[in-house]
């Protein structure tokens, strides 16, 4: 038997609660955005933006990894080219997995044989929790494998001058990432340093 409601003076009972209030879920793959980690996301997509073959408007679209394939393409045609990963991913998951893993390689390769150099930090890079919910940490990670590919490329004196360009705040950014790679890509032995 059901337990009975109290019964309020005059005999009145009271009206059943009504349920707790819903909070908003967030769509898949578009996580909080969460201070300093938005201030990078957004200058992220800022300095992605700045490439002629890409447009994208937040983090939550970087998760394919198009945009950054169409980034790096503009800086070394000969070691990425966007149509070796899934152009139409973006919402399968484990689609964006498998491009994720496949670009990464594809950067820790342009470090070792163009570059000359080692980034430590790549094979740490959980990509599927980028792919999943674009990680903020991963999304950090995976920029500044992006940033440090530009940075060192050879075609940085015309790519560099794009972020001058861009919000005072974004420019911060794209500098803490910038120096952050630098201090992380290690030359490999017997390597000649890069131009300036």
């Known amino acids: 038997a059901q337990p009975r409601a109290p019964r309020l003076p005059c005999g009145l009972v009271p ?19 969460l201070g ?14 700045t490439f002629e073959s890409v447009s994208v ?39 964006c997995t498998s491009n994720l893993r496949k670009m990464v390689k594809r950067i820790e390769n342009h470090y070792t044989s163009t570059l000359h150099r080692v980034m430590p930090h790549a ?11 674009a990680d903020a940490a991963q999304l950090r990670q995976l920029s500044e494998l992006v940033v440090g590919a530009v940075m060192l490329g050879e075609r940085r004196r015309e790519l560099v001058p794009r972020i001058m360009n861009m919000s005072a705040g974004a420019q911060e950014v794209l500098k803490s990432l910038a120096e952050s790679v630098m201090s992380q890509a290690a030359q490999l032995p017997g390597a000649a340093p890069p131009p300036p």
């Open 36 to 49: 300093a980690m938005a201030g990078e996301e957004d200058a992220v997509v800022e300095w992605l933006n």
């Open 123 to 133: 094979s740490t890079l959980d990509v599927g929790a980028f792919a999943r919910d």
């Open 57 to 95: 408007s937040s983090a939550a679209e970087l998760r394919d990894g198009m945009a950054f394939m169409r980034a790096l393409h503009e800086m070394a045609p000969g070691d990425f080219d966007p149509a070796t990963i899934d152009a139409d991913a973006a919402d399968n998951r484990v689609l």
């Open 15 to 33: 009206l059943p609660r009504p349920p707790p209030p819903r909070r908003p879920r967030a769509r898949l793959g578009t996580p909080p955005r």
